[in-house]
């Protein structure tokens, strides 16, 4: 089945140490992106990528790193730099031709 | 730029009853707008969209028309059902410039139907 997939479900890290969040999606889609989730904030965006070795800063890139070396993958770094990383973290894709995203099922994380 | 505002939660409604979500957005150019739905603990699902003013998007007895003079872009339905029991998200899709294909969605609107 196509889809995107998000690894892990949960994860814990203690403070200082930066994460990888996963991402893969086999929909062929071009475009990717990042977002968190706080309660009662609804979406923000971190970063996208519209294209394979491209990708642009979102409106809360600060303490956030990407990668998108292939078309099916964008994984997302934590670090140690973001001042309140304890978030619930989506990620999606999308194809030009219709706008829509695809979500995953999202990484909660908690940084204790 | 490009904006959305939704109606805040959360809403509690009898199961039946009739629902509306509003949402209205500011935007540059002809944006598509669309209504996300996110299940607890769970990404979020496309409901519905519309591409241009005066189209309605359905989808499960959920509606809402593209309303280009008002700018909004209102979700209802006629008889809510406890499994219709989540967070709602309207969003509009960028559509010039840098903006194009990023969505910008608004806040959520949490529902709770009760038996």
């Known amino acids: 089945d196509g889809g995107i997939t998000q690894s892990p479900k949960y994860l814990f890290r203690k403070e200082g140490q930066n994460v990888t969040l996963s991402c893969e999606q086999n929909l062929n889609h071009d475009a990717m992106y990042w977002y968190r989730q706080d309660p009662g904030q609804g979406l923000r965006l971190i970063y996208y990528s519209q294209i394979v070795n491209d990708f642009q800063k979102g409106d809360i890139a600060e303490g956030y790193s990407v990668s998108r070396e292939k078309k099916e993958s964008f994984p997302l770094t934590v670090t140690s730099a973001q001042k309140n990383p304890t978030a619930f973290y989506l990620c999606?894709?999308?194809?030009?031709?219709?706008?829509?995203?695809?979500f995953g099922p999202g990484t909660r994380l908690t940084v204790t | 730029g490009n904006s959305v505002t939704q109606m805040e939660g959360p809403v509690t409604l009898s199961e039946e009853a009739f629902l509306t979500i509003n949402c209205t957005y500011t935007a540059t150019g002809y944006p598509s707008l669309f209504w996300y739905v996110q299940y607890p603990g769970e990404g979020l699902q496309l409901l519905l969209k519309?591409?241009?003013?005066?189209d309605k998007g359905s989808n499960k007895g959920f509606e809402a028309t593209y309303r280009k003079e008002t700018t909004s872009f209102h979700l209802e339905k006629g008889s809510v059902q406890v499994s219709d029991s989540a967070v709602y998200f309207c969003?509009?899709?960028?559509?010039?410039?840098?903006?194009?294909?990023?969505?910008?969605f608004g806040r959520g609107t949490q529902l709770t139907v009760w038996p």
């Open positions: 999606a894709s999308s194809t030009p031709r219709t706008g829509e995203q695809y």
């Open positions: 519309a591409t241009k003013a005066d």
């Open positions: 969003a509009l899709k960028g559509s010039r410039g840098s903006t194009l294909g990023r969505l910008y």
